[in-house]
Nanobody
Framework: QVQLVESGGGLVQPGGSLRLSCAAS????????MGWYRQAPGKQRELVAA???????NYADSVKGRFTISRDNAKNTVSLQMNSLKPEDTAVYYC???????????????WGQGTQVTVSS
């Protein structure tokens, strides 16, 4: 089994910053892509940022220039630095990882439980 645990959410004023972290643990052979998604009330879950094994990154247009995704392959962690936060960034943020549990297995997608980010004055 693989578990993803997020941390770092909270309440912040517009223009402020937050840093989300996600740690993967359990039966991990390797992790391919990792990413952050978010879901606001009444909306579909959307990709915020993704990072590949070799640290190639991809961002939603709405967060480019404000958010930075990074990973530590040795620690099986992924982080999301969020700057210049806006009220429209308010959502539950989910960590995702494509994990291989052994040499012979293909990658399977795992999700964290989510962490609330609220941007409000």
């Amino acid at each position: 089994q693989v578990q993803l645990v997020e941390s770092g959410g909270g309440l912040v004023q517009p223009g402020g910053s937050l840093r989300l972290s996600c740690a993967a643990s359990g039966s991990i052979f390797s992790i391919n892509a990792m990413g952050w998604y978010r879901q606001a009330p009444g909306k579909q879950r959307e990709l915020v940022a993704a990072i590949s094994w070799d640290s190639s990154t991809n961002y939603a247009d709405s967060v480019k220039g404000r958010f930075t995704i990074s990973r530590d392959n040795a620690k099986n962690t992924v982080s999301l630095q969020m700057n210049s936060l806006k009220p429209e960034d308010t959502a539950v943020y989910y960590c995702s990882a494509d994990v291989r549990t052994n040499y012979y297995a293909g990658a399977r997608n795992y999700w964290g439980q989510g962490t609330q980010v609220t941007v409000s004055s």
